[in-house]
């Protein structure tokens, strides 16, 4: 079982920058692929990014590319979301997620690719 618990969202104004933190349990963490997803008001649920489990792959939505970085400590068991430039569009509540299978990083876009969510975190970006 994991656990994951995202932070760091909050109100920001627009060309502005926040990062978001994702802390896991568990002593597995380092083996899973990790991703970040975003759902708008009246929208599904869509993927922005994804890091493998060395955190030397990384996979964008094109949305977000140049914008987000993704990145991972895993000595500290956490996955983070830079996001700079943000834009009202990017108002969503943030979540991350965790792959537990093999699947290279470049096909990890996909909902139904991860095993474990966490409860999410708001991010709005006032114009």
């Known amino acids: 079982q994991v656990q994951l618990v995202e932070s760091g969202g909050g109100l920001v104004q627009a060309g502005g920058s926040l990062r978001l933190s994702c802390a896991a349990s568990g002593r597995t963490f380092s083996s899973y692929a990790m991703g970040w997803f975003r759902q708008a008001p009246g929208k599904e649920r869509e993927f922005v990014a994804a890091?493998?489990?060395?955190?030397?792959?990384?996979y964008y939505a094109d949305s977000v590319k140049g914008r987000f970085t993704i990145s991972r400590d895993n000595a500290k068991n956490t996955v983070y979301l830079q996001m700079n430039s943000l834009k009202p569009e990017d108002t969503a509540v943030y979540y991350c997620?965790?792959?537990?299978?093999?699947?290279?990083?470049?096909?990890?876009?996909?909902?139904?690719?991860?095993?474990?969510w966490g409860q999410g975190t708001q991010v709005t970006v006032s114009s």
């Open positions: 997620a965790a792959h537990t299978s093999r699947l290279r990083v470049g096909v990890l876009d996909r909902n139904e690719y991860y095993d474990y």
């Open positions: 890091i493998s489990w060395s955190g030397g792959s990384t």
